[in-house]
C-alpha cells in the first residue's frame, strides 16, 4: 500500500502564494507520474499538473504561467507552487501517484485532501 500525506493549503488573498507538498511512502519501487488534481463544490475533479519522474510537465490551461509543479524523486514527494492566486482556484487539492510497488504491481494512489481557498 501507498499513502500519500499533503501539507500547504490554506487561505489566501487574491494575488497571494501557497506551497502544496505531497509526500508518498510505503512499499514503492518507483513512482512514473505524481500530480495534482482539485475539485470545487459542484464540479468535476480535474487535472491541475503532473510531473514524470524525467521531469516531463503537463498544466491545466487555467493554471500555467501561474502555477509550479516539482518533485524530488529521493524524497518520492511533489510540490505544487502557486503563486497569483484567483478565487476561481478555490478547491480542494489532490495529490496523485502512480507507479510500481515493490513486487512490481502498478499502484495508482490518492492523498486526503487539502483545501486552498482563496479570498477576493
Known amino acids: 500500500q501507498v499513502q500519500l500525506v499533503e501539507s500547504g493549503g490554506g487561505l489566501v488573498q487574491a494575488g497571494g502564494s501557497l506551497r502544496l507538498s505531497c509526500a508518498a511512502s510505503g512499499s514503492i519501487f518507483s513512482i512514473n507520474t505524481m500530480g495534482w488534481y482539485r475539485q470545487a463544490p459542484g464540479k468535476q475533479r480535474e487535472l491541475v499538473a503532473a510531473i514524470t519522474s524525467g521531469g516531463n510537465t503537463n498544466y491545466a490551461v487555467s493554471v500555467k504561467g501561474r502555477f509550479t509543479i516539482s518533485r524530488d524523486n529521493a524524497k518520492n514527494t511533489v510540490y505544487l507552487q502557486m503563486n497569483s492566486l484567483k478565487p476561481e482556484d478555490t478547491a480542494v487539492y489532490y495529490c496523485?501517484?502512480?507507479?510500481?510497488?515493490?513486487?512490481?504491481?502498478?499502484?495508482?494512489?490518492w492523498g486526503q485532501g487539502t483545501q486552498v481557498t482563496v479570498s477576493s
Open positions: 496523485n501517484a502512480e507507479g510500481l510497488y515493490r513486487d512490481f504491481r502498478v499502484f495508482g494512489s
